[in-house]
């Protein structure tokens, strides 16, 4: 039985006031002050510098052309480290793409709806391209 919860709906919303001096009323989503783009950029430095040298210590375990028995083990090893290293590979050019997107003033905005991505969400993954609906609606598809 289908039944419309008329009297659920809110009338009013006795919490909600007001501001008493000047509005201070704003978008959760805004422009990024430079401040906060330098704060995030140091992040991106940081995490890239990190993955590089992942990717630096991953690079030294390619190593091949020892003894038959030694080869089967290194070769599971190796696959390990293949995802590990396509892993690193892919994180660090999400960060390099990020970068690119501050240098060329187009960080913070969703790459499909074009509207700017909340600080939150940049602040919580510096590489996010994408607002979160977008997001979703890309991961249904
Ligand atoms: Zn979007």
């Not at 919490?15 to 906060?36: D, F, K």
Request: proline fraction near 4%.
């Amino acid at each position: 039985m289908l039944k419309v919860l008329k009297n659920a709906m809110p009338t009013a919303l006795p919490g909600v006031r007001e501001a008493g001096s000047g509005s201070v009323m704003r978008m959760e989503a805004v422009i990024l002050t430079p401040e906060l783009l330098k704060q995030i950029e140091a992040k991106l430095l940081e995490r890239k510098q990190q993955l590089a040298e992942e990717l630096d210590r991953y690079g030294k375990f390619e190593d091949f052309g020892r003894g038959e028995d030694e080869n089967a083990a290194e070769i599971a090893t190796y696959s390990d480290n293949l995802s590990l290293g396509q892993t690193l590979a892919s994180a660090l050019r999400d960060v390099n793409n990020a970068l690119s997107r501050i240098a060329s003033g187009t960080y913070g905005m969703c790459r499909y709806c074009n509207e700017p991505i909340p600080e939150k969400r940049l602040l919580a993954r510096p590489t996010s391209s994408s607002c979160v609906k977008c997001k979703t609606e890309k991961k249904a598809l």
